[in-house]
């Protein structure tokens, strides 16, 4: 631990953008309630093999702890040794022995013993006064308490009592954490691990969040309370900053205030080029709470609902009823602007509590048993979740899109379980459409880009997943900081994937969004006006940001620029005509006047 009261200044990965000033609030280092409750015999086995995954997780997270440290310059050696303390702990040591003894002795559960195996030892250290032993019986309690973390996993929110205005401080967020976080309590969040695009990420930037992760001796650094600056567009954290630094921010962040305020003046201006092309903007939805930030920046529509929500932090799965009532609540609140709901997309890095240990594990979860694939190979589950959007769909414009095709014959098993829930819901005499919702498919895998042709004859929509298609296009796990930066969505071989599905839909004259991060990253609103789109949907933060761009460009000048970007095979040259940005392209000959 550096010196208290000097700055610690760090630079890790830049997650989401803004800036976040506030007392530090570490997690794990608050007590957490622990439940207590008797097993019947029947009950110990299963209960002892609840222990074990919580062990191999536990176990799987100080790997990657410790791999993050080796990477590290200068100064890793202490925190590895650590890790490697606490991970052999973790095998046939006291305290694991003695929790299992006491599960099956005492018949409780994992996690009491477990509180119980800590004080134990604890106590034990203390007696023997020894300043060596009392290091050792923090470990105990530091290795103790990450299991009764993954023990809980589903029953416990970890930022039910931070103080409001802090920055969470963690060795990772998952998607299901940034779901429990209020970004009015919470402005920012720093972690050990994490890459920029994972699904965190993305819920960061649709709740406002400043973060910042990929920082390995983060824990070690700051305690409690101590003032944190996060500079998410650099991906810096500033700890215990020094006066000037402090008041910089702070002017910093009251003109971002004024600057966002300002492009909110534009929620009800169209969304028009100069030259009279219409861009469709829309929303991202990760929670049914943006959609009220969606509303007031003049969305048309929402162009991705993504449903895991209704699928985290809880111990069992939504039945089509509560569906229904869900997206029912958000087709209402749309009051006649259309809606596409993305069928569940969980597997790989999206994990969902409720399915429990049910879907195993993939040795390569982003290649393995995800999105459709679970839905065809689970067909409730699929059938549940299409007759909760038929039905929805009877209160509004509805859309179905489904995640993760690779191929025509997907497309084709999907329509066919939805033309069986249509006849079910007849017989049913349940409230329907006129007409069953289109569906589309994610174009997000760079062999549904490349079939896109035959693709578009059997869908009625595409939306393009440019995270994924990212992801699977150079082989980059999106989730991973030690290959962020090789992570990029302009990369020539990803811009052609996007030209030639833009391209394959305007043929078969099929509707075609774009709905991954770029969509909402100004710089690139030419570049995908350029290459064939009119339909863009990002997280509504960023929409009137968007919308002052397209709304001071002309088409013409967007086709020359994106095709200046096309003739590019490097992706450094793309970058540096990124940066410079359109003006230096001609202006159209003719111009056309928009209204207003
Ligand atoms: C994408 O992959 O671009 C996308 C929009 O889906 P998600 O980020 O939810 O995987
Ligand atoms: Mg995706």
Redesign the pocket.
């Known amino acids: 631990m550096k010196n208290k009261a000097e700055t610690y200044t760090v630079k890790g990965v830049s997650v989401s953008p803004g800036i976040a000033i506030g007392p530090a609030y570490i997690i794990g280092q608050h007590g957490v309630p622990v439940p207590e409750y008797a097993l019947k015999e029947d009950e110990i086995e299963k209960e002892l093999k609840r222990l074990q995954n919580a062990i191999s997780k536990t176990q799987r997270q100080l790997t990657q702890l410790k791999q993050k440290a080796e990477g590290m310059a200068t100064g890793s050696e202490d925190i590895i040794l650590l890790l490697d303390a606490y991970k052999g702990m973790l095998a046939g040591s006291r305290l694991i022995r003695g929790t299992e003894e006491m599960i099956r002795n005492d018949r409780v559960n994992a996690e009491f013993a477990l509180q119980r195996q800590i004080a134990a030892i604890k106590a034990s250290f203390a007696e023997m006064d020894d300043p060596y032993l009392a290091a050792r019986a923090d470990d105990v309690g530091e290795v103790g308490s990450r299991l009764i973390r993954h023990l809980l996993q589903q029953h416990y929110n970890p930022f039910a009592d931070v103080e409001p205005g802090s920055i969470v401080i963690a060795d990772e967020v998952t998607p299901a954490d940034a779901a429990l976080m209020n970004p009015h309590d919470i402005p920012g969040f720093a972690t050990v691990l994490g890459g920029a695009?994972s699904?965190a990420a993305?819920m960061a930037r649709a709740l406002g969040m400043a973060s910042v992760a990929g920082m390995p001796d983060l824990m070690h650094n700051i305690q409690n309370g101590d003032t944190v600056i996060l500079d998410g567009r650099e991906g810096l954290l500033i700890a215990r900053p020094d006066s000037a630094t402090l008041q910089n921010y702070k002017q910093e962040l009251a003109r971002k205030v004024r600057e966002d305020r300002k492009l909110m003046g534009l929620a009800d201006k169209p969304s028009i080029t100069t030259d009279g092309t219409v861009i469709t903007l829309q929303a991202?939805l990760e929670l049914p709470r943006d959609l009220d930030m969606a509303l007031e920046v003049g969305a048309a529509g929402v162009g991705?609902l993504?449903t895991e929500f209704m699928f985290m932090n809880r111990p069992s799965l939504p039945d089509e009823d509560e569906q229904y009532e869900a997206l029912k609540k958000i087709v209402q609140q749309l009051d006649g602007k259309p809606l596409t709901v993305?069928t569940l997309?969980v597997g790989g890095e999206?994990l969902a509590t409720a399915f429990g240990e049910s879907l195993g594990e993939s040795v390569n979860p982003a290649l393995g048993l995800r999105a459709i694939r679970i839905g065809l190979r689970e067909p409730k589950l699929l059938e549940t979740q299409l007759a909760a959007i038929v039905r929805a769909a009877a209160h509004g414009p509805v859309r179905i899109l489904i995640?993760m095709v690779s191929s025509v014959g997907q497309i084709r098993q999907v329509r066919e379980h939805l033309m069986q829930v249509e006849r079910r819901l007849h017989r049913r005499g349940v409230k329907m459409p006129s007409h069953l919702p289109p569906l589309g498919a994610?174009i997000?895998i760079p062999s549904a880009a490349l079939s896109a042709d035959a693709l578009a004859r059997v869908c009625d929509f595409f939306?393009?997943?440019?995270?994924?298609?990212t992801?699977y296009t150079l082989a980059i796990d999106r989730g991973d900081d030690r290959v962020a930066e090789l992570y990029d969505p302009y990369h020539p071989a990803v811009l052609r994937l996007i030209q030639f599905t833009a391209a394959a839909g305007w043929r078969a004259n099929i509707p075609v969004s774009l709905?991954?991060?770029i969509a909402g990253d100004r710089r690139a609103t030419a570049l995908l006006l350029g290459l064939g789109l009119r339909e863009l949907s990002m997280g509504a933060l960023r929409l009137p940001a968007v919308k002052q761009e397209i709304r001071n460009m002309g088409m013409q000048k967007a086709s020359r620029f994106a095709e200046r970007i096309m003739s590019c095979s490097e992706d450094a040259d793309i970058h540096d005509l990124i940066r410079k940005g359109i003006e230096e392209y001609e202006e159209p000959a003719k111009v056309v006047r928009r209204k207003s």
Do not use: T, Y
């Open positions: 695009e699904h993305v991202n991705l993504r993305r997309d999206k995640p994610m997000e939306a393009i997943g440019s995270n994924d298609l992801q709905c991954g991060e």
